[in-house]
């Protein structure tokens, strides 16, 4: 590694633990390297940055991210808990059921763990502290879960590792579908068995609804629940491809939200389009900066001296495995996961491939560990926002995660070693 390398990551590292945003640290490095280690002139960097954000794909992320503003201020995460407790709320654990069953189905329609924290916690984390669940129990269910919003579809983190490998975004969207859902299934499977254990919950929540009322709470969640078929089913049916697929999730958010649900007036479409903005602006920010670092990268040939380098300890594929679950679950601790895509993917991407592993597998295996680094500390985004729901210390919520990570973990492991779950659908 050439010194000028060497450089860039130890300005990176001072920067990030200067505390310095993702975003920033990524471009003033950048910024440095071309300034003092390159002949390349500094007009390289507005046209690189300007280049990495003009990309058509790249349009599905503000689309995604408007269309989930909108649906989640239109009721859809009051519908979605209420149908929950009409299926499930009968059952022992009833309330915590139904929160991992609401951020699943959040998380498959808003793409943003942060924001199905929200939605789904600002409701079910009173209810089920009031429910005697036990504050650290409700609040690190609620963290845990939501973190399966980087992984169903639509997924933002998908969309960048599509970008930055040239994958399709359309097969990475149907990969995630099982290994989101078997996450799911294995936090619901802990949830009904500590619920038994520690008498939680008792089922009166769905004891007082009248059958009329369950009818009425699962007729008016069925249109939230359409969206994620919607949109799968117009780009795997050949009607839209997932850029045009992210348009149409917002005309359809938009159409249900303000002439359906009608809990949103025009008067609120200035407050959601700026919201959104911020949220799309704060994200392309970063992938513009981790891009222009990825072009620094390819330059002074870092992901092919990795590649050699690893090839040359004549790792097996199954090692080569175990070895990027633990690079990303150090990287997810202290990046953010566009961010960390974008820089780690190029370098594993080759050497995957050499050892016979499916790109579209490695991207789904990326997420999942990134989606683990939601909910650990320092920088796990999902534990701040828990914390602020809670009002709990974000140390005491990532201690609170910590079985529901540990499930997570273990179905990480399993999809690791058996490819056939992502891959089933896409082939």
């Known amino acids: 590694m050439s010194v000028a390398a060497i ?6 590292f001072l920067l990030l633990f200067s505390s310095a945003p993702i975003a920033v640290a990524l471009g003033l490095s950048t910024l440095i390297y071309f300034f003092y280690f390159t002949t390349i002139p500094l007009t390289q960097v507005p046209e690189t ?16 991210v408007l269309a989930a503003t909108i649906m989640s201020r239109g009721g859809i995460s009051e519908r979605l808990i209420k149908a929950g407790l009409a299926v499930v709320g009968q059952f022992r654990g009833g309330l915590a059921i139904t929160a991992v069953l609401s951020c699943v189905f959040f998380a498959a329609i808003s793409g943003s763990s942060p924001a199905t924290v929200v939605a789904v916690g600002t409701l079910l984390i009173p209810a089920m502290i009031n429910s005697g669940y036990g504050k650290d129990f409700s609040t690190g269910l609620i963290a845990t879960s939501g973190s399966l919003g980087i992984l169903l579809p639509p997924s933002i983190p998908l969309i960048v590792y599509g970008i930055a490998t040239e994958q399709s975004i359309g097969d990475l969207f149907i990969a995630g579908i099982l290994p989101g859902l078997l996450a799911g299934l294995m936090l619901l499977l802990m949830v009904v068995v500590l619920s038994w254990r520690r008498g939680y919950g008792t089922g009166e929540h769905a004891v007082n609804m009248t059958r009329k009322e369950k009818f009425q709470a699962l007729r008016d969640a069925v249109l939230s629940l359409l969206l994620p078929l919607f949109v799968l089913g117009g ?3 050949g009607i839209f491809t997932p850029t045009e697929a992210a348009a149409m999730a917002v005309l359809y ?7 359906v649900y009608r809990e949103l007036s025009f008067k609120d479409l200035g407050n959601i ?18 891009i222009l670092f990825s072009f620094v990268l390819t330059a002074e040939r870092i992901p092919n001296d990795v590649t050699e380098a690893l090839i040359a300890l004549d790792l097996q ?8 679950t633990v690079i990303l679950l150090i990287a997810g601790c202290f990046m953010e996961t566009s961010s960390a895509i ?13 050892l016979g592993i499916d790109p579209i597998h ?10 683990i680094g939601m909910i650990t500390p320092p920088l796990g985004l999902n534990l701040f926002v828990a914390s602020g729901l809670s009002g709990m210390s974000v140390l005491r919520v990532a201690k609170a995660a910590l079985p529901s990570a540990a499930v997570l973990l273990v179905a990480l492991l399993i999809v690791t070693y058996v490819p056939q779950i992502s891959l089933a659908l896409v082939n």
Request: proline letters at 6%; a negative charge.
């Open 7 to 12: 450089a860039l990551f130890v300005i990176l």
């Open 273 to 290: 389009l700026l919201d959104s903005s911020r949220v799309s602006a704060m994200v392309m920010f970063i992938i513009a900066n981790g």
């Open 317 to 324: 594929p199954w090692s080569f495995l175990l070895l990027v």
């Open 49 to 64: 940055l300007f280049n990495a954000l003009n990309t058509f794909p790249l349009v599905a992320i503000p689309m995604f």
């Open 235 to 237: 780009i795997y049916g």
């Open 362 to 371: 490695l991207g789904i295996i990326m997420v999942m560990n990134l989606e």
């Open 253 to 259: 958010a938009f159409l249900v939200s303000f002439f």
């Open 342 to 354: 974008l820089i780690i993917a190029p370098i594993l991407l080759p050497i995957a491939m050499e």
